[in-house]
């Protein structure tokens, strides 16, 4: 009896674990501009690359994430997000190039799976 409930605590505590890791590698993956983010992205600003959309990925996954989790872009408006992202700016303390790449990250995600918004 007590090996078994040893065992349950064993197995509750790999599954527990297992749970946590599978959610943060789910999230990193779904959040990663790739192909369809910068043709995406491209309709509206052609000069955009995908070294554009990583520097803004790296910035969104960094410096915007030390005060508070990743907020849902597609649940924001556009306009919502302009105004954050002005707002965010000076407080995650990033350069007018990182700025601007955020912002394409942002839309692309937003324009290759998002809502027309
Ligand atoms: C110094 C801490 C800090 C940093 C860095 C920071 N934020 Fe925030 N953020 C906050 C706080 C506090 C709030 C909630 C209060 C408010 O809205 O002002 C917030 C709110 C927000 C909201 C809207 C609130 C909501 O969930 O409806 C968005 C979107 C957001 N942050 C995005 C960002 C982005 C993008 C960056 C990177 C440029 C960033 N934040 C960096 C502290 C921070």
Known sequence: MKKLSLLTVIACLA???YSCKAKKGGTEVSLAPGDAELKAIQVKFPDATAQTLSEGYGVYTG??????GKKNMLKHTEEDWKK????????????DAQKDALWKY????????????
Do not use: E, W, Y
Request: proline residues 3%; positive net charge.
């Open 63 to 68: 410096a915007c994430t030390n005060c508070h």
């Open 15 to 17: 599954m527990f674990i």
């Open 106 to 117: 942002v839309l692309s995600i937003r324009a290759a799976r998002g809502t027309a918004k």
């Open 84 to 95: 954050d992202i002005d707002r965010m700016s000076p407080r995650a303390k990033i350069t």
